[in-house]
């Protein structure tokens, strides 16, 4: 167990769907963050949030709406998806310096959510 | 923006053998260079780190270079085992706190 919950390992949906992923970390770790990953490309940023504030938004498409209820959870919701959507979803967490996130500590991955949207 | 390259793509080496992946940045004010591996079905998972002021780190069979004048760092996998076989990714934390992953070399190896 790494530290960093993911849930659900997988999932299918089609494009009118809505659905949501969920993180939990259990670390103590100020910020926490969304990743996509896709074959053949670099990891992608698209949410940091430290103490509960989003910090930073990497122009993600309006149809991915993330929500940071507390700390330790990290929810993605998904809605009107697109077949280029589909990819490995990584939550990760990693230590802060109160508000501020220091990006300059490792990163705890979850395991990821493998996405398809058909 | 920062901008990592990594190299080879893929590594096949007989087991027992050494593991060199190489990467490359571009923002001489980057810090911060943490090395991960990715199992298949897992993800990436922190196996070492280095920061700027420090020219190598060793952990058991892993160690990490850091070249900060011609911006280069290595992965050194050593007396290498089938446990090992993963993909690995590089990063960089740049001037502006922003971490960049490389593309990722898948390694393999061979009993």
């Known amino acids: 167990e790494t530290g960093v919950t993911q849930t659900p390992r997988h999932l299918v949906m089609g494009m009118t769907n809505k659905k949501s992923l969920k993180c939990e970390q259990h670390l103590g770790h100020n910020a926490m963050y969304w990743y996509k990953q896709s074959a053949k490309k670099p990891l992608e940023l698209m949410f940091v949030?430290?103490?509960?504030?989003?910090?930073e938004n990497n122009s993600v498409p309006s149809r991915f709406s993330p929500e940071c209820p507390n700390s330790s959870h990290l929810f993605l919701h998904l809605h009107t998806l697109q077949p280029e959507d589909s990819a490995l979803y990584l939550c990760a967490s990693s230590p802060g310096q109160g508000a501020f996130v220091a990006y300059n500590y490792g990163y705890t991955f979850g395991s990821g959510t493998r996405l398809t949207v058909v | 923006g920062e901008n990592v390259e990594q190299h080879p793509s893929t590594l096949s080496v007989q087991e027992g053998d050494s593991a060199v992946i190489k990467c490359t940045y571009s923002d001489s004010a980057s810090n911060y260079f943490p090395w991960y591996k990715q199992e298949l079905g897992k993800g990436p998972q922190l196996i070492i780190d280095?920061?700027?002021?420090?020219g190598e780190k060793k952990d058991q069979r892993i160690a990490v270079t850091l070249n900060k004048t011609a911006k280069h760092f290595s992965l050194h996998i050593t007396e290498t085992q089938p446990e090992d076989s993963a993909v690995y990714f590089c990063a960089a934390t740049g001037g502006y706190q922003k971490v960049t992953f490389g593309i990722g070399t898948k390694l393999q190896v061979i009993p």
């Open positions: 280095i920061r700027s002021n420090v």
């Open positions: 949030y430290s103490l509960e504030e989003r910090v």
